[in-house]
């Protein structure tokens, strides 16, 4: 499964964007706090902190990042700096193992975020990309959006500009796990079940005519052509009424199945297959009805990713190559 089948999913199917997007939802539904330390008195780089979060409202793209990096088996952020180099050129203050040189201050212009459709990793660093092929892609054009490579302006950006954030680690610190691939099969059936339930009702909700020759009239031979032009006429017209000479016409028998029997066993499966409690994962109406049990369960799963990946893979990565530029004064320590 390529990242373009990912993309495509996410973008065209309700229930994959939920599996892409319901823990980073639920993760930022609270904007997390920075502090350096316990003191009621602001210091200089939580002041400096709360500034630059403000103007650039920084917590809704590490919000949208933590989201994109799942689709694929990883996501960036594109930090914008005011040095005047090309993106594929690094930028000054940093040594090749993302380490502080020097006392160069640098100003942060723009945040951009990207999914794995649009970048493709260079070369390895220690096990870590050295650039990354990045596609500005317009998302108005389908071409961008379609099962094939997204076109658009290509750059090759140097990883010191970049922020790496990969969810669902397990062998790899470069790719992730993307969200959709343990249910990928099932986000499948339940596109044959959901659309096929609309043209089963939309076939259902007029069967058709049965037209039958009186027995009594002998052999009778019918007339195709008119009756088909008397039927075109009722079906796809106006006309409210088939005339008809020595043919009957007998409605055929709707056959319109409930699907959600169905529908709900494959959302079931993807439930369990992400180990969230089924009425949670299908929404807040449900959710009410959900148990102590369930909502406990779930809170500590979403407590446990804050603490164990968004504050130490996707926060703190952010704060400290901020710090290494120089955009945030220097601090021994700080908390989130």
């Known amino acids: 499964i390529n990242p373009q089948q990912y993309r495509y999913l996410y973008d065209r199917e309700g229930i994959a964007q939920r599996v892409v997007s319901m823990f980073p939802t639920e993760c930022w539904a609270s904007d997390p706090m920075v502090r350096e330390n316990e003191e009621a008195e602001q210091t200089d780089f939580e002041e400096a902190w709360e500034l630059l979060q403000k103007e650039m409202n920084l917590w809704h793209f590490l919000a949208r990042a ?17 040095d005047g180099k090309d993106m594929f050129q690094p930028v000054e203050g940093i040594n090749e193992f993302g380490q502080k040189t020097g006392n160069i201050q640098h100003e942060l212009l723009y945040v951009r975020v990207f999914d794995e459709s649009l970048v493709e990793v260079a070369n390895p660093r220690f096990g870590q990309p050295v650039s990354y092929n990045v596609t500005f892609s317009d998302p108005r054009n389908e071409d ?48 044959k079940l959901l659309g096929g339930s609309a043209e089963m009702f939309w076939k259902g909700a007029f069967p058709g005519l049965s037209f039958e020759v009186n027995p009594d009239l002998g052999d009778v031979e019918l007339d195709a052509t008119a009756l088909r032009s008397e039927f075109d006429a009722y079906s796809n017209g106006l006309q409210r009424y088939l005339a008809l000479a020595g043919v009957s016409a007998k409605s055929l028998a ?83």
């Open 66 to 82: 933590d989201e994109m990096s799942g689709i694929g088996a990883f996501g960036i952020l594109l930090l914008g700096i005011d």
């Open 144 to 191: 961008t959006v379609g099962l094939t490579s997204p076109t658009g302006t290509q750059k090759t950006v140097h990883w010191t500009r970049v922020i790496h954030i990969a969810d669902n680690r397990k062998s790899s610190e470069i790719f992730g796990v993307p969200r959709m691939r343990p249910v990928y099969n099932r986000l499948y059936d339940l596109r």
């Open 254 to 336: 709707p056959q319109v199945a409930n699907p959600e029997a169905h529908v709900n066993t494959q959302i079931k499966s993807i439930a369990i297959t992400l180990a969230v409690p089924w009425r949670i994962f299908v929404g807040s109406e449900q959710a009410q009805l959900a148990s102590s049990q369930d909502k406990h369960t779930w809170n500590t799963r979403v407590a446990h990713r804050q603490q164990k990946y968004v504050g130490p893979l996707v926060i703190r990565p952010f704060i400290d190559r901020l710090i290494t530029y120089g955009i945030l004064p220097e601090v021994e320590e700080y908390f989130v």
